[in-house]
């Protein structure tokens, strides 16, 4: 039987529609949640995730602001940018847009970023406030990762849980959160021996590598759930024949746009996996309504015995 399709559309909706419920109580409280967003320098692909991310606070009614420093900026001039955003109190939110300039010294200006404001979750607080179980902001991709699971009650106590992929914003992160979860949490990485047979012992494997269609039968035990957080392009005639023989939809717009995005998992593996989400369509939508729920989140956390509703979200 083939997969159940996990719709991360459907569940950022969700997400969405609940958070712009909590902002309005917010803000008729006078407490409308504020996200800062910094995008140094041209970089067409931040040009639109940033544009995504501004998009999505005014249709939730989050206050937002763009701070757009030139290529030129220095590491100085953003931590003085940082600082000002860091006492603002209607800010409660500020994310910096990787990559910044090649020049400017990246990890001191997160470094620099209030871990209350840290809506990302990267500052070191905020990873250890996750690895202790205290209440923090959690890197949104990961986050989404698990609000998946959660909302299409898919157990997580007890179940075997793979995570091929060990980075600092999504594999690590993702293993914490399902080992927080009562998951029995295996992380994997280039080095790990016999890949397919470890990921086969998974009940929940999430692919978070960077390599298109890695993921294939065998790595998956039957009726598995599988979270492929991967994005990649696929531009060589060969690899999408790899990818997607036969798949009329994909044939049509990979011709007309010389490119398509894929997972790091294998469309095949729709055919023995239990509940499956897709790429695009899947973890991607989640990304932008958990930065949207952390927003209000860091505003409750730091403002919470100010406002009249708190819900301890
Ligand atoms: P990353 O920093 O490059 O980390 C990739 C991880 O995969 C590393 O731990 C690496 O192992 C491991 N890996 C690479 N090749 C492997 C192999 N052949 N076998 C086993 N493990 C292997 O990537 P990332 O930032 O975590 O992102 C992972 C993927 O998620 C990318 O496709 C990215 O575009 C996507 N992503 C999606 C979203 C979203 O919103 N959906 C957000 C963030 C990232 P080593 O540590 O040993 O090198």
Same mark, same amino acid.
């Given at each position: $039987?083939?997969? &159940?399709?996990?719709?991360?559309? !459907? ?13 309005? &109580? $917010? ?5 409308? @949640?504020?996200? #800062? +967003?910094?995008? #140094? ?12 991310? +501004? ?14 420093? @030139? ?19 209607? /800010? ?31 500052? @070191? ?9 205290? *209440? ?5 991709? *990961? ?17 075997? #849980? ?20 009562? %998951?029995? +949490? ?10 397919? %047979?470890?990921?086969?012992? %998974? ?5 978070? /590598?960077?390599? %298109?269609? =890695? ?5 998956? !035990? ?8 991967? $994005? ?16 009329? !939809? ?16 294998? *469309? ?19 990304? &932008?309504?958990?930065? $949207?729920?952390?927003? +209000?989140?860091? #505003? !409750? ?5 100010? =406002? ?6």
């Amino acid at each position: $039987m083939a997969a &159940i399709i996990l719709d991360g559309v !459907k569940i950022a909706s969700e997400i969405r529609a609940e958070v712009a419920g909590e902002v309005k &109580i $917010m803000t008729a409280a006078g407490l409308r @949640p504020g996200l #800062a +967003v910094v995008l #140094a320098g041209h970089n067409p692909a931040s040009e639109i995730y940033v544009r995504g991310k +501004v998009k999505s606070c005014d249709e939730l009614g989050i206050y937002s602001e763009k701070h757009t420093p @030139p290529d030129t900026v220095t590491t100085d001039e953003l931590l003085e940018l940082v600082n000002d955003l860091n006492r603002r109190d209607e /800010i409660d939110g500020i994310l910096v847009q990787l990559p910044l300039p090649a020049h400017v010294d990246t990890k001191k200006v997160l470094m620099a970023v209030d871990p209350a404001k840290d809506v990302d979750g990267f500052h @070191p607080v905020n990873v250890g406030f996750l690895s202790t179980q205290r *209440p923090g902001l959690v890197p949104c991709t *990961p986050a989404g990762v698990v609000e998946i699971l959660k909302r299409r009650n898919i157990p997580i106590a007890g179940q075997e #849980a793979v995570v091929v992929g060990r980075s600092d914003i999504v594999g690590k992160p993702v293993a914490m959160l399902l080992l927080n979860g009562n %998951a029995t +949490v295996t992380v994997c990485h280039s080095k790990t021996r016999d890949l397919p %047979a470890v990921c086969r012992r %998974a009940d929940i494997l999430v692919a978070a /590598i960077g390599r %298109a269609g =890695m993921i294939t039968l065998d790595y998956i !035990k039957l009726d598995a759930t599988v979270i492929d957080v991967g $994005m990649n392009q696929v531009t060589e005639r060969a690899e999408f024949e790899r990818l997607f023989a036969g798949n009329a !939809k994909r044939e049509e717009s990979f011709r007309r746009k010389g490119s398509t995005l894929v997972g790091d998992v294998h *469309p095949e593996v729709a055919q023995v996996a239990g509940a499956l989400t897709p790429v695009p369509g899947g973890v991607g939508p989640l990304t &932008i309504a958990m930065l $949207m729920s952390n927003t +209000v989140k860091a #505003a !409750k956390l730091r403002r919470g015995s100010r =406002m009249v509703e708190f819900s301890g979200r």
